[in-house]
């Protein structure tokens, strides 16, 4: 019904950039916060960066200064953009939204996962 759907990720060097993307379309009245969440092999899945629909945003402290998040709200799309990769950067990137839908139940939906990979 609802569909979150990850773009942008893929493989780069060490220093460089990428820009993901995460389109949500279904059965959505409006979406509220949406974020950006990685997840290495191993490693917990923790929270990269979330905006909300005015425009306020966080980030985890290993990436500021370094990715940006922004979303279109006309266009249902959360975009982030990456600079100054790192190898630590390396995992699956997913999108989340937490919206009402069709009949004004707040729920929240996962993407599937777009993988970044930055080489050394």
């Known amino acids: 019904q609802v569909q979150l759907v990850e773009s942008g990720g893929g493989l780069v060097q060490a220093g460089g950039s990428l820009r993901l993307s995460c389109v949500a379309s279904g059965s959505i009245f409006r979406i509220n916060r949406m974020g950006w969440y990685r997840q290495a092999p191993g490693k917990q899945r923790e929270l990269v960066a979330d905006?909300?629909?005015?425009?306020?945003?966080n980030y985890a402290d290993s990436v500021k200064g370094r990715f940006t998040i922004s979303r279109d709200n006309i266009k249902n799309t959360v975009y982030m953009q990456m600079n100054s990769l790192k190898p630590e950067d390396t995992a699956i990137y997913y999108c989340?939204?937490?919206?009402?839908?069709?009949?004004?139940?707040?729920?929240?939906?996962w993407g599937l996962g777009t993988q970044v990979t930055v080489s050394s």
């Open positions: 989340n939204a937490d919206y009402l839908d069709g009949v004004l139940r707040r729920a929240e939906h």
């Open positions: 905006i909300t629909p005015e425009g306020r945003t």
